[in-house]
Structures are given as C-alpha cells and as structure tokens.
C-alpha cells in the first residue's frame, strides 16, 4: 500500500474516534455564553489532540494507487484503476456503455 493511503486511512480511524470529544470541547470553547476561563480551557484541550483528529484532513484517495484527484468516492477508486477494474469486469453492476 502507498504511504499516503496508510495515513488517510489512520486519519479516518483518529476522527471516527475522537469525533464525539472533539465536538464537544467545539461547542463549549465557541459558546459565548460560558466564563472565558471555561472557553480557553476547552481550547487548550482542542489544542491537544492529533492533527489527524481534525475531520478536514481526510482526504478520499484511490485504494489501488494513492492517487488524490479524480477518485469516484463510491468505489475509492481514480477514473484509471475504476476503467481499468470496470473493463476486465471486476466491480458487479459496472459495464462499459455503449449506444
């Protein structure tokens, strides 16, 4: 596997983890209702966490190639590997059209 798919797919993991707590210290720390003490220390904890908790910093990436653009988040595949696996017949449902 490509590097940049191991790490995408560890982001993926530390978000769906942390997503709760994240959210929650989110909310306490842009609540402008709450003392600023209670807000700075929510933003301390926010500060804590990995970079890879941070939703944004999943990116969809072909599975087969790591390749970042032209993905078809459906099947996670790039439009190369998906015509490559379509053709040879290798994901159900996919043809190639013809008319």
Not at 16 to 31: D, G, H, I, P, Q
Not at 36 to 56: D, E, G, H
Not at 67 to 75: D, H, I, L, T
Request: hydrophobic fraction near 35%; charged fraction near 25%; charge should be positive.
């Amino acid at each position: 596997m490509n590097a940049r798919v191991l790490r995408d797919i560890k982001a993926r993991r530390m978000v769906f983890e942390n997503e709760v707590t994240r959210r929650a210290y989110l909310f306490v720390a842009r609540n402008q209702t709450l003392p600023p003490a209670v807000r700075y220390q929510a933003q301390l904890q926010l500060n804590n966490f990995s970079k890879y908790t941070r939703p944004n910093t999943v990116n969809n990436r072909c599975v087969e190639s790591g390749r970042g653009r032209g993905v078809m988040s459906k099947f996670g595949l790039c439009r190369y590997q998906f015509r490559l696996k379509a053709l040879a017949g290798d994901i159900p449902g996919v043809k190639k059209a013809s008319w």
